[in-house]
Structure formats: C-alpha cells, structure tokens
C-alpha cells in the first residue's frame, strides 16, 4: 500500500468527489471491480490455516491491531484462517527503500501451480504509525487489513468505485476504514477459497 501526502491526498479528494457524485446520481463509479485476484492461492487444507509471525520489531502495542486485522479475515465466511504462530511467515518492521510504501508484501520461496508457499510483510519505519487511529499518524491495524488481503492474493485496487474497500491501494494518515472488510473483499477471499 502507498502513502505520501501531497499526489495521495489530491487522488483521495478526487476519488471521494467521483463517490459522491455517482451515489448522487444513483449510479456506480466508473471502472469498479468488485475485486482483484491474482489467480494463486494457499494450500494447505480445508481450511487454509497459515501462521504468521510477528519478528520481534513488532512493538508489543501493535500486536492486538495485528491479531484483529487477522481476524477480521478469518470472519469472512472463507475456508481460510490466519493463526498466530512463533516461526514462519513473517511481519515486521523495517527501513525500506521505497519512500511511497506503507508496508510490502513479499513472496519468498515463489510460485508452484498457482500455490504459494511463503508470505512476507515489511511495514515500513519511514512512517509514523499508531493503533489508535491518530490523524497524523498511520494505523497499524489499517494497513495491516490491507497487507493480508495480499496475503490472500487480493491485488490492490485504484478506481474512485474501489475507494472504501480495504482493497484499495492507498492510505492516508488517520485513516481506519480499512479495518473492516468491505462486502467485494469477502466476496473475494470466498471466491478464492470457498465458504
């Protein structure tokens, strides 16, 4: 998920004026999807169960907004759960490079027919985070919801119909709706590992 204030801002502004004005005119924003799969997927049963480890830069007041970003996947009606786990796929806190991203999802042992095998996500320590919503601030739980989407092999989504969804490929500091799922996010994940 990208950050950044000044284009972000300017794209968020935009993406509300075309929400408003198509719920007003009583018709759906151009371009919409309801989501965006990759065409891979975890399997590892019925359900997918995949642990995810918070490496130890994870703050100890991040973990309860990490675990309900979790869960709020593991609510959606899918054959998949995110459980909590001391080693494997990974969550931490990190320098990166990229002065846009909020965090990056990894892949690290790649691809085999269209199953992955490992995931991995960096959040990034240019930015500051929070886990109670502060409006300078980025929240935790937030991106997080978003970050596991990817997880699951949701891709971002960018058009002005897509703007509520956790899906969708920006972020703003204060920012929290994300952290509930969004109908075509569930619909989605159920789409990828069934109900």
């Known amino acids: ?8 801002m300017r794209k968020k502004f935009l993406a509300l ?3 408003f004005v198509a719920a007003m005119a009583g018709i759906s924003a151009p371009n919409a999807q309801a989501y965006y799969n ?13 642990s995810v480890y918070m490496h130890s830069s994870i703050l100890p007041a991040w973990v309860p907004a990490i675990s309900h970003a979790m869960s709020s996947w593991n ?5 998949y759960r995110f459980i909590a786990g001391s080693q494997g796929h990974e969550v931490r806190l990190q320098y990166l490079s990229d002065p846009h991203a909020l965090a990056i999802t990894y892949v690290r042992e790649g691809w085999n027919n269209n199953r992955i095998t490992d995931r991995d996500t960096y959040i990034n320590s240019r930015f500051s985070w929070d886990v109670n919503g ?3 601030k980025y929240d935790v739980e937030n991106v997080m919801a978003h970050e596991f989407g990817h997880w ?13 969804k956790t899906m969708y490929g920006s972020g703003a500091p204060g920012e929290t709706y994300k952290r509930t799922l969004h109908s075509d996010d569930i619909s989605g994940i159920r789409a990828i590992y069934g109900i």
């Open 1 to 8: 998920m990208t950050g950044g204030k000044g284009y972000k």
């Open 17 to 19: 004026v075309a929400f």
């Open 38 to 50: 990759s065409g891979h997927h975890w399997d590892y049963g019925n359900p997918t169960r995949v």
């Open 75 to 79: 609510q959606a009606g899918a054959k």
């Open 134 to 136: 502060d409006p300078n």
């Open 152 to 164: 699951l092999m949701l891709n971002d989504l960018y058009s002005g119909g897509d703007y509520w």
